[in-house]
């Protein structure tokens, strides 16, 4: 069975940061695109950043420069840093083997996605 358990998030001040992290069993993250996608209150899903099998990150342009998307295949773990956190970025974070390899927003399907980890900025 597969699955992704996120871990780290918190509250933080603006101009903050976290790392997250999302630990994957059943499956190997390095054969796989993976992404993080949020969820802010009352909004719905929104991809944030890919890292695909061979290892090219993408970001949404709200995120770019601020967060960076990446691995540690030895762990199968998945890791987003965030910096320079805004209110904005306050949502459930999660981790996800989306059906496609994501490299811009839209609306797509996550067969697999784990929990959440909720991050939230605030003065």
């Known amino acids: 069975e597969e699955q992704l358990v996120e871990s780290g998030g918190g509250s933080v001040q603006p101009g903050g940061s976290l790392r997250l992290s999302c630990a994957a069993s059943?499956?190997?993250?390095?054969?796989?695109?993976m992404s993080w996608v949020r969820q802010a209150p009352g909004k719905g899903l929104e991809w944030v950043s890919t890292?695909?099998?061979?290892?090219?990150?993408y970001y949404d342009t709200s995120v770019k420069g601020r967060f960076t998307i990446s691995r540690d295949n030895a762990k199968n773990t998945l890791y987003l840093q965030l910096d320079s956190l805004e209110i904005e970025d306050t949502a459930m974070y999660y981790c996800?083997?989306?059906?496609?390899?994501?490299?811009?927003?839209?609306?797509?399907?996550?067969?697999?996605r784990g929990q959440g980890t909720q991050v939230t900025v605030s003065s």
């Open positions: 059943g499956f190997r993250i390095r054969n796989y695109a």
């Open positions: 890292i695909t099998a061979a290892g090219d990150t």
């Open positions: 996800a083997k989306p059906a496609v390899v994501i490299t811009s927003p839209g609306s797509y399907q996550y067969p697999t």
